[in-house]
Nanobody
Framework: VQLQASGGGLVQAGGSLRLSCAAS????????MAWFRQTPGRERESVATISWSGGVTSYADSVKDRFTISTDNAKNTVYLQMSSLKPEDTAVYYC??????????????????WGQGTQVTVSS
């Protein structure tokens, strides 16, 4: 399994960005996917999760109503649409995959595969 994350960048507070995570290597219908973020000196934080087949989603309270996780089955891609961005959203964002159905916001140990990080910087 390979995950390729992209879409990070510099944006002003209140702006939007869409992160993409292209997945390859095997069928993902039974997988759970997630976006995490990490800032220096802090643990990796789960931001949003989705079950690939059923589309069940969960969000961290800090991003609820601002971020949306989704999948495009035809493109084997997971997206994180981020709106109303705040300086505290600044972090390296990672996508992750697990070959099982997960519920809620499991920590990073629940995921088997990781993409490389993509930097998101929100200026005030």
């Amino acid at each position: 399994v390979q995950l390729q994350a992209s879409g990070g960048g510099l944006v002003q507070a209140g702006g939007s960005l869409r992160l993409s995570c292209a997945a390859s290597g095997r069928p993902f219908s039974s997988y759970s996917m997630a976006w995490f973020r990490q800032t220096p000196g802090r643990e990796r934080e789960s931001v949003a999760t989705i079950s690939w087949s059923g589309g069940v989603t969960s969000y961290a309270d800090s991003v609820k109503d601002r971020f949306t996780i989704s999948t495009d089955n035809a493109k084997n891609t997971v997206y994180l649409q981020m709106s109303s961005l705040k300086p505290e959203d600044t972090a390296v964002y990672y996508c992750a995959a697990a070959p099982r159905i997960l519920f809620g916001l499991p920590n990073g140990r629940s995921y088997d595969y990781w993409g490389q990080g993509t930097q998101v910087t929100v200026s005030s």
